[in-house]
């Protein structure tokens, strides 16, 4: 104001303020939503709102509402004095949860006066709007307006905003003896918009003059931006190759900022605008032609985020209160019944045309950045064009059109093909991120090359002139001879320097600067032609800006192009900006899942986590207990999306690896016997009648195509697989809220998760009928998965190594690092459960020259489990593929485990018959008392089955480390050389003690290499040491002579016939050669001092085993007989492997002779069997 109370129109800062309220109206809105949400769900409401007790309390202040004070009469009565008890108990609680719903409310109050003061003030200035050339400022109008209109409408549909105002001044006023200063304008002010647009009409009343003037600006712009998909084909709208002479020319508009911005901005605009001020509706063609149009493509328009207002029903009822408005009426249903029915195929139109455009801006752009300068401009069009589509579609698909008499096709609501538009809006932005610095470099030389010297041509020569002629007329009349001062009067003071320093900045830019990755900061820049606007447009101004519309479009052009400099990630965020979804998490769920239905959108579903990375853009800072509770669901949303992405991948990935499976399984062995037989009966009846089997088809057919369009459920596995693989692959990391997600890893995670149960499930084991997948078919599968998984790095850049590496070193363990079971416990369990308690019921046998175990005495057909098909060396080999050393390492501990019981259960025996042992032992070249104390033994059958148990354990172990070391042999030659070479010339000597031999001994047993001592056998019979080594010396003396004086006790079991095809006893018996010299090894390598011991004990024990033996040549008893040669022959055995006996050894201690004719009797025996 002036010293004489006028008011000075350039010193009432209206773009200061506009900026400040446009802020400080988003942040109010995000707090009123906020409590509308919380009131309207009984989980985050607070609690006593919804307590029985407070009922009537609620009630009753409510009722009385604003009237809600202690010191009023009717507060002594009985029954609302026991109301309002309750109300006093939990003032202090009431307070504390209320005090930010309340103070929102003041705060709304406090935005609603600045509101008003601001528009007065406008009024007074008598400002002109027009949206072409003072953009920022009509835009900012009518941004005001709105905003302030949305948040008077919320502010109405929160149902308890009665009882919070009540509760917490009815509370404060008890606390403090006192309502709040507040509370009556407060009060006051809910009463005056229970029916807020009425109250909206009377406050826009005196407003409406400067509000029709902004609204009647938009007529040069928005029926050109709501054209049809067809105008827009045949303009070939966002086309860079439409003119390819001109693709190089830099994109021009007289309206730069109009061009990009939103429709359904301008359509709130207008029809919150002639809603207020409908008296421009009976006045203005252009206002009821803006109007029309507004209503007829929207039958739904946005408050705030997902709060929508029905429009048509909305003005009906304001409308229909005003006389002489009943054209207006039938006007508004004509259009909500068009609305209806046209709206929709009117934009689904639109998005079909918005996909194919922004398509060809995607390839063209990414081929050719550079375009990215001159066409900008087409970029945000294209962008802001989009986001309109997408944010109508979902704000008419959640909320259902009213029912009217024509009825809307639901197809138009629901666009499977919407992710391909999202896509595409977000390789849009993810080109402006990573080209930010070509579109630096060129508008930096465009602002300094072009825009400076044109604005400065502009202001000396375009708007000089008419106030120069004026100022030298009035001059030269007051005074001729004053001709020097025109210049400094040529433009108002204000003006001038804010324009020379517009010149001036954009002349101090260079390339270099963009070169040194210096930042940039316009923002000053355009806030002073913000405040140019609102200087050139009130009345009495002394420069005009709607004379002067070639400053306007030039200012608005170069006010685009620092945005471009500095500000491409608010310009993405103004035109494409899409945590609108963030609010409506069903449809985005519902798009997505429609997207992974459909196999030509599955590249296009990663478009969905990355608009998480938008959410965080609603937030505000007036409102910050909302940002972690946005951020939450940002994340959870982006996590799920990637998630469910990278489970549809894992999928189809199943199918493909199991019809690979199948296919593979085609070419086992065992299915060629089918056609083996069918070619054999062929053959047999070619010459008969009969007619012929068919022959089934050939493992390779399904490859065979008469047509290359025919199409393949694999055809269309692979097809989903590459589109959606292209979407993992699209970015390798996604920032949300200050979080880092990397679709691949969520992929790598799902395809180690399917590898691993996909290996276990493939054992196919089954604990009751002990039926288990043979190792070579679970390897031929597992090899076809493997085979299938790496193929996935051709569509995807994964380390499908790592993830190999991941499962299967975990499958070589008992248990992954879920505490599942894996192939390696499954196996061991079986061989160990199933196969060997199975040989000790004497149906099973080991072979050792087939070097497998067999059935024996029963028809391989009858039994759950063919033996022979499983501990074969080559299946073995397979299994040692399948669990490697590690595996395998354990599964000879587990062995080692069994083996070290037997031997516990050993020591038992013996300490019950040792002091008959110890005389056996000391007596044994006396005959008749060794008879005596023998007869005296207890338990021999059992000391001998549990050794032959022992036996065929380790005669299992051999096996499985043959198998391991044709493995390792075969993978790793060169280091199993090495290895074969240190075990060899490891000398034994006194320097290198047993603890050095034993590393070196498990050093080759983990290489599948046959030790003298086994490693692993030591480490488990150690735990058994007491703390008296002699004693243990002893015992372990004692079980060997146990274990010799028994031996004769064998050939009185007929199964202990030896069967000279096997090469082994039909029970089993020839194992107690592994078992007695493997025992004895570890047993006197703990016990005793090495070698030199190991030898001494045996040599007692083949004495003694000898001497034993040979007293079966004197038996008469035929019972004693049938199985004497068969035993005979274990002595021999046992010599032949032990590394620590000769057979001069032998010849010493049992005749050969004898030998010699046992062999003779048992294959003689054999040849009549």
């Known amino acids: 104001m002036s010293r004489t109370g006028q008011l000075i129109p350039s010193q009432q800062k209206l773009a200061e303020k506009l900026t400040v309220l446009n802020d400080r109206a988003m942040g109010m809105l995000t707090r009123i939503y906020n409590i509308k949400k919380a009131c309207g769900d009984v989980k985050s409401k607070p609690a006593f709102l919804s307590d029985k007790n407070l009922e009537g309390a609620i009630k009753f202040i409510v009722r009385k509402f604003p009237h809600v004070d202690s010191k009023n009469n009717y507060w002594t009565m009985p029954f609302v004095q026991s109301q309002l008890q309750q109300v006093n108990n939990i003032k202090g609680e009431i307070m504390k949860q209320l005090s930010l719903y309340y103070f929102t409310f003041v705060d709304v109050m406090d935005f609603k006066d600045h509101v008003s003061e601001l528009l007065t003030t406008m009024d007074a200035c008598n400002v002109h709007f027009d949206i072409t050339t003072n953009y920022d400022l009509t835009k900012g109008y009518l941004d005001l307006i709105i905003s302030y209109v949305s948040l008077m409408l919320l502010l109405a549909r929160i149902d308890d905003r009665k009882?919070?105002?009540?509760?917490?001044?009815?509370?404060?006023?008890?606390?403090?003896?006192?309502?709040?200063?507040?509370?009556?304008?407060?009060?006051?002010?809910?009463?005056?918009?229970?029916?807020?647009?009425?109250?909206?009409?009377?406050?826009?009343?005196?407003?409406?003059?400067?509000?029709?003037?902004?609204?009647?600006?938009?007529?040069?712009?928005?029926?050109?931006?709501?054209?049809?998909?067809?105008?827009?084909?045949?303009?070939?709208?966002?086309?860079?190759?439409?003119?390819?002479?001109?693709?190089?020319?830099?994109?021009?508009?007289?309206?730069?900022?109009?061009?990009?911005?939103?429709?359904?901005?301008m359509e709130k605009w207008i029809i919150f605008g002639f809603l207020l001020c409908h008296g421009q509706l009976t006045q203005s063609d252009s206002a009821v032609q803006l109007w029309r149009l507004a209503l007829s493509g929207n039958y739904v328009i946005t408050l705030f985020r997902d709060e929508v207002l029905y429009i048509h029903k909305t003005v009906e009822g304001v409308f229909e209160g005003i006389k002489g408005y009943g054209k207006r009426v039938t006007e508004t249903k004509e259009c909500a019944n068009y609305a209806v029915v046209n709206a929709g195929p009117f934009h689904r139109e639109r998005r079909a045309f918005l996909r194919t455009a922004l398509k060809e801006l995607v390839m063209i752009l990414a081929d050719q950045p550079g375009l990215l300068g001159p066409k900008a401009l087409f970029v945000f069009m294209g962008l802001s064009f989009a986001r309109d589509e997408v944010l109508w579609l979902l704000r008419h698909s959640e909320n259902p059109a009213p029912k009217l008499n024509k009825r809307p096709n639901p197809v138009d609501y629901e666009d499977r093909q919407l992710p391909e538009l999202l896509y595409y809006m977000e390789e849009l932005r993810g080109l402006l991120r990573k080209y930010n610095q070509v579109m630096q470099r060129y508008y930096v030389q465009y602002l300094n090359g072009f825009d400076s010297i044109v604005l400065n041509n502009l202001v000396q020569n375009g708007l000089h002139q008419p106030r120069l002629r004026a100022r030298e007329s009035f001059n030269s009349k007051r005074n001729p001879t004053c001709q020097e001062d025109w210049n400094l009067s040529v433009c108002p003071e204000d003006e001038s320097i804010i324009m020379s320093s517009f010149v001036n900045t954009m002349n101090g830019l260079s390339v270099?600067?963009?070169?040194?990755?210096?930042?940039?900061?316009?923002?000053?820049?355009?806030?002073?032609?913000?405040?140019?606007?609102?200087?050139?447009?009130?009345?009495?101004?002394?420069?005009?800006?709607?004379?002067?519309?070639?400053?306007?479009?030039?200012?608005?052009?170069?006010?685009?192009?620092?945005?471009?400099?500095?500000?491409?990630?608010?310009?993405?965020?103004?035109?494409?900006?899409?945590?609108?979804?963030?609010?409506?998490?069903?449809?985005?769920?519902?798009?997505?899942?429609?997207?992974?239905e459909t196999p030509s959108q599955m590249r296009y579903s990663i478009s969905f986590p990355l608009i998480c990375s938008h959410f965080m853009n609603c937030t505000h800072e007036i409102c910050p207990e909302e940002r972690h509770h946005i951020g939450d669901r940002s994340l959870s949303q982006a996590n799920f999306f990637l998630d469910e992405m990278a489970k549809e991948a894992k999928n189809i990935i199943t199918s493909i690896c199991d019809e690979q499976c199948k296919l593979g399984d085609q070419l086992l062995p065992k299915n060629a016997a089918k056609t083996i037989s069918i070619a054999i009966e062929r053959k047999r009846n070619q010459n008969k009648a009969k007619k012929l089997p068919q022959e089934p088809d050939k493992p390779g057919r399904e490859s065979m195509r008469r047509s290359r369009t025919d199409v393949t459920s694999m055809d269309k596995l692979y097809l989903m697989l590459t589109e959606l693989c292209s979407a993992i692959n699209y970015t390798p990391s996604i920032q949300v809220w200050e979080h880092t997600f990397a679709p691949r890893e969520y992929l790598t995670q799902h395809l180690e998760s399917r590898f691993t149960k996909a290996l276990v499930g493939m054992v196919m084991y089954n604990p009751d009928s002990g039926e288990i997948a043979k190792p070579s078919e679970l390897l031929n599968s597992v090899e076809a998965y493997m085979g299938v998984l790496q193929t996935i790095e051709n569509y995807v850049h994964l380390d499908i190594t790592r993830v190999f590496n991941n499962v299967l070193l975990q499958q070589t363990q008992p248990q992954d690092s879920h505490g599942d079971k894996t192939i390696t416990a499954l196996y061991t369990n079986w061989y160990l459960e199933v196969l060997l308690r199975r040989v000790s019921t004497g149906q099973i046998m080991f072979s050792p020259n087939r070097h497998a175990f067999v059935n024996v005495g029963v028809d391989p057909n009858q039994v759950a489990v063919n033996a022979e098909e499983f501990p074969d060396i080559s299946e073995l080999r397979s299994l040692a593929e399948l669990l490697g050393p590690y595996g395998m390492k354990f599964l000879n501990e587990s062995l080692m485990w069994h083996i070290s019981s037997q031997v516990a259960e050993l020591k038992k025996l013996v300490t019950q018959n040792k002091v008959v042992l110890t005389t056996l032992r000391t007596h044994f070249d006396k005959p008749a008392l060794m008879a005596e104390h023998f007869n005296r033994l207890r338990d021999v059958d059992n000391v001998l089955k549990r050794v032959t148990i022992v036996g065929v354990i380790l005669s299992f172990k051999t096996l499985a480390q043959d198998a391991l070391n044709d493995v390792l042999k075969k993978r790793i030659p060169f280091l199993m050389s090495s290895i074969i070479d240190f075990q060899k010339h490891f000398p034994e000597t006194p320097e290198n003690n047993m603890v050095r031999v034993e590393i070196v001994n498990e050093m080759a047993s983990a290489a599948g290499l046959p030790c003298d001592v086994d490693p692993a056998l030591c480490a488990a019979l150690r735990v058994q040491k007491s703390e008296n080594p002699d004693e243990d010396y002893k015992i372990a003396c004692l079980l060997m002579v146990f274990i010799a004086v028994s031996l004769p006790m064998l050939s009185l079991d007929s199964q202990s016939s030896f069967r000279a095809d096997l090469e082994g006893h039909t029970n089993n018996i020839h194992c107690l050669a592994k078992a007695v010299n493997s025992i004895a090894a570890a047993m006197f390598t703990i016990y005793g001092k090495g070698r030199v011991t190991i030898e001494e004990r045996l040599k007692e024990f083949l004495a003694l085993a000898s001497s034993s033996l040979l007293k079966l040549g004197q038996e008469t008893d035929k019972l004693a007989l049938r199985s004497r040669e068969s035993v005979y022959l274990l002595l021999d055995q046992i010599v032949r492997e032990s590394p620590f006996l000769t057979m001069d050894l032998l010849e010493s201690c049992f005749p050969y002779a004898l030998l010699r004719n046992s062999y003779h009797a048992v294959l003689r025996h054999d040849n009549r069997m």
């Open 512 to 596: 270099k600067q963009v070169e040194e990755g210096e930042i940039f900061d316009f923002r000053g820049m355009r806030l002073d032609w913000f405040r140019l606007q609102a200087y050139t447009s009130v009345s009495r101004a002394q420069l005009v800006l709607r004379e002067n519309p070639d400053l306007a479009r030039l200012m608005n052009t170069i006010t685009f192009h620092t945005y471009m400099v500095d500000s491409l990630d608010e310009m993405a965020k103004e035109t494409s900006d899409l945590s609108t979804f963030c609010f409506y998490g069903r449809l985005f769920e519902q798009y997505f899942q429609w997207c992974l």
């Open 163 to 265: 009882a919070v105002l009540g509760l917490y001044n009815y509370a404060h006023d008890l606390t403090h003896g006192k309502v709040d200063q507040n509370f009556a304008r407060l009060g006051q002010m809910i009463l005056d918009y229970e029916q807020p647009l009425k109250k909206l009409q009377e406050e826009f009343t005196p407003h409406s003059k400067l509000v029709a003037c902004a609204l009647l600006s938009l007529h040069q712009v928005y029926p050109r931006r709501n054209l049809p998909a067809e105008q827009w084909r045949q303009a070939q709208m966002l086309s860079l190759v439409s003119a390819p002479g001109q693709m190089l020319n830099p994109a021009q508009s007289e309206t730069m900022p109009c061009e990009y911005l939103s429709v359904e901005t």
